[in-house]
C-alpha cells in the first residue's frame, strides 16, 4: 500500500485545515487509515483513525473537540478536518494504514506510512 497525504502548508491561527491521504495499491476497504503528528521537538501522537469496520476516533485530549476524518472508500481518500487551528498544531502529519487494524493509537501497530505533509500555524 502506497499513502500519499497532502494539504498541508502555512495557515493562520483560527482558520481550518484539511489534509488528505490517498491509498493505492491495495484494498482500501480492508484498512485502517490513521493519522499522526509530530510537532517540532516532540514525539509523534496519534491524531485519530477511521477503522475498517466503519467506525471513527479523535484523540479528544490533544485536539479538543477542533478535529473530524472523513472517508471515501470509492475514492480511496481519507480526509483529516481540523478547525480553530493553533500554534500547537504545527506539525508534520502522517497518513498510516493498518490491515484489518483494530483502531490502535499505536503507530507500531501500522505498517505503511506516508511521507508526511507539514502544517504550520502562524498568529
Known amino acids: 500500500v502506497q499513502l500519499q497525504a497532502s494539504g498541508g502548508g502555512r495557515v493562520q491561527a483560527g482558520n481550518s485545515l484539511t489534509l488528505s491521504c490517498e491509498a493505492s495499491?491495495?484494498?482500501?476497504?480492508?484498512?485502517?487509515y490513521a493519522w499522526f503528528r509530530q510537532g517540532p521537538g516532540k514525539a509523534r501522537e496519534f491524531v485519530g483513525v477511521s477503522t475498517w469496520g466503519g467506525t471513527t476516533t479523535v484523540n479528544a485530549e490533544a485536539l479538543k473537540g477542533r478535529a473530524a476524518i472523513s472517508r471515501n472508500n470509492a475514492r480511496h481518500m481519507v480526509r483529516l478536518i481540523v478547525t480553530d487551528l493553533k500554534s500547537e498544531d504545527t506539525a508534520t502529519y502522517y497518513c498510516?494504514?493498518?490491515?484489518?487494524?483494530?483502531?490502535?493509537?499505536?503507530?507500531?501497530?501500522?505498517?505503511?506510512w506516508g511521507r508526511g505533509t507539514e502544517v504550520t500555524v502562524s498568529s
Open positions: 495499491g491495495g484494498l482500501f476497504e480492508y484498512y485502517d
Open positions: 498510516a494504514a493498518a490491515l484489518r487494524g483494530d483502531g490502535s493509537r499505536s503507530e507500531e501497530d501500522y505498517q505503511y
